[in-house]
Structure formats: C-alpha cells, structure tokens
C-alpha cells in the first residue's frame, strides 16, 4: 500500500488532534472527505463510473459477457474482478508491488460482492447449467491518496447501478438445440437491483481512537486498521482486519459498531444520488458524505 514520510512532530500533532476529534483538514473522527461520482464515462463496456474521495481516484469499467454457469450453482450468474494499479498513482505500484497489491485488493472485492447476499445472481442465470452472464468488473487506481477499499466500493456500486444488460430471447432450432439472440434495441436491456450491495468502510486506529476515511498521513500513524462491508441495512457481510498491529477485542466492538454506524450514513445518499442522476440524465455529481 501507497505510504508517506511523516516526522515525529508531525505524528504527536495528528494523534493530539485525533484524541481531540479534530483532523488535519476540519473533519471529525467519523466524517469522509468530499466525494465526486460519474457514471457512463467508458464508451465500450455495459457499466462504468469514476470515483474522486480527496486525491484518490477510482475508475471501474464493467462488461457483461454469456458464460458458463459455476457447477456448483448452476442457476446463477458470478462477478470476476480485475484490479489494476497504475505505476502513475504512486512509484510503489511499479513492478510487482502493483501486482501484489492487485491481487490483495481483488480477494477482497470478491468476498465482499460476488455472493447472493450482495446481488440476486439468479437473475444473471440465462439457461440453468448452460448459460449465464458473468460480469467482469475492471478496476482501475487511477491516484491513491489513502482509503483504497471504500473508494472502489462506492464506484463499483455505482457502475453496477448503471450497467445496462441486453434482454436475451432462447428460442429452439430445427435440430432440438437453443439458439440465443440479444435484443439490439439499447433500451431493451436488464437493469441490476444494487440496494444490497454493501460499501466498504475502512476504519483506521490511530492512538485511542479510530478514523473513517484515513489520509496517508494517518495512515502511518495508524497500528491496524478493520475493513468492513455494511449494507443499507447495516447487516456486515465481510470484515478484515489489515496491518501489522493487533486490536484488543473493546477496539474491533467500538469500529465495527461505527463501521455499521457510517456505513448505513453512506448509503442513503449514495442511492439518491445516483437515482437523481438516472432521472436527470446527468452524468457528474460533487457531494460531500458525512458520517
């Protein structure tokens, strides 16, 4: 993960304002930075949208494809999960230090999405045991400046929202086998309930105290930090913890209650935001998410 030089004094000044509930930049220990959401921004795939949290920059791309179903659910469509970190978001994604963290950060978006839970995957089932859609979800980290795992979350549900998924009609041929043909009307198309699907939020401790939304500067003051996905509902569906620290079990009850807290916070707005912007035909929104 992308990291700073922070000086001693500079430490002792963000840990005293943590304790305080005063960060660097005005927030409280709960609040995230101003937030810019687009959607429809790549011309060639079924779903896309760019994420802004502060100077970290997201873009996801997602393209629906007819596949084979898994056998062990042979009813349900699945997600796959690519994620890219460009060399020009910070020198540390050169190399294999990109890969690797690719890699991490794919794990991840895997247990918190691809599950029923998360979206109805029986509607992406075409022919049960045949066909169905698999989404193939492209991440890529345009600039990192902290807070990786809630900013890919809040533009895959949002890519997700506008993905548009051709109407399918199975007809049988003369020789008793399907044939499969897709609606070339653009309008005539699936659209994905995304209610369920939960957005990360990262939750960082530093000193006594945990923080939403971690610059970088935090970051390095931080000992551990806890990765949960909440739903609308608040109902955590994946909590990791990351870092070299350990948390004390007070610790993981307080951040995965303010975890829940925020999370449900970050929902309601996202939704209107997106549906305000189906409405409105407009495609770029700057809004500010407080816990």
Same mark, same amino acid.
């Given at each position: 993960?992308?990291?700073?030089? %922070? ?30 959401? $687009? @959607?429809?921004?790549?011309? /060639? ?6 994420? &802004? ?18 056998? =062990?659910?042979? *009813?349900?469509?699945?997600? $796959? ?39 109805? =995957? ?7 045991? !045949? ?37 399918? /009609? ?8 399907? !044939?499969?043909?897709?609606?070339? *009307? ?8 995304? !209610?369920? %699907?939960?957005?990360? #939020? @990262? ?8 923080? #939403?939304?971690? @610059? ?14 909440? &739903? ?17 079990? !007070?610790?993981?009850? $307080? =951040? @995965? ?13 996202? =939704? ?14 700057? %809004?500010?998410?407080?816990?």
């Amino acid at each position: 993960m992308a990291t700073v030089q %922070v000086s001693e004094a500079e430490k002792v000044y963000i840990l005293h304002g943590i304790r305080d509930d005063l960060r660097v930049d005005g927030r409280g220990c709960e609040d995230y930075r101003h937030m810019e959401i $687009e @959607t429809d921004v790549v011309s /060639n795939t079924d779903g896309s949208a760019k994420v &802004t949290l502060g100077h970290t920059a997201v873009l996801v791309g997602i393209k629906a494809e007819i596949g084979k179903p898994r056998p =062990m659910i042979p *009813d349900e469509g699945y997600l $796959e999960f690519f994620v890219d970190c460009s060399a020009n978001a910070t020198p540390e994604f050169e190399g294999r230090g990109g890969e690797e963290l690719g890699t991490e950060l794919s794990n991840t978006l895997y247990k918190v999405f691809n599950n029923k839970h998360s979206l109805d =995957m029986k509607s992406l089932c075409i022919s049960p045991g !045949e066909h169905c859609w698999v989404l193939y979800v492209d991440v890529l980290l345009l600039q990192c400046d902290g807070n990786l795992y809630d900013a890919m979350s809040v533009a895959i549900k949002a890519a997700l929202f506008n993905t548009k998924i051709p109407r399918v /009609n199975i007809s049988s041929d003369d020789e008793g086998g399907k !044939e499969i043909e897709l609606s070339d *009307d653009p309008f005539d198309c699936m659209r994905l309930n995304v !209610e369920n %699907v939960p957005c990360v #939020v @990262t939750l960082c401790k530093v000193g006594h105290r945990h923080v #939403v939304d971690a @610059t970088l500067q935090e970051k390095t003051c931080s000992v551990a930090s806890l990765i949960i996905s909440v &739903t609308q509902k608040g109902t955590v569906t994946c909590a990791r913890k990351v870092g070299g620290g350990s948390l004390d079990p !007070e610790s993981v009850f $307080e =951040m @995965t209650e303010a975890g829940k807290r925020v999370g449900k916070a970050l929902h309601a707005p996202l =939704m209107k935001l997106l549906q305000q912007e189906e409405s409105l035909g407009k495609k770029r929104h700057k %809004v500010g998410f407080l816990g």
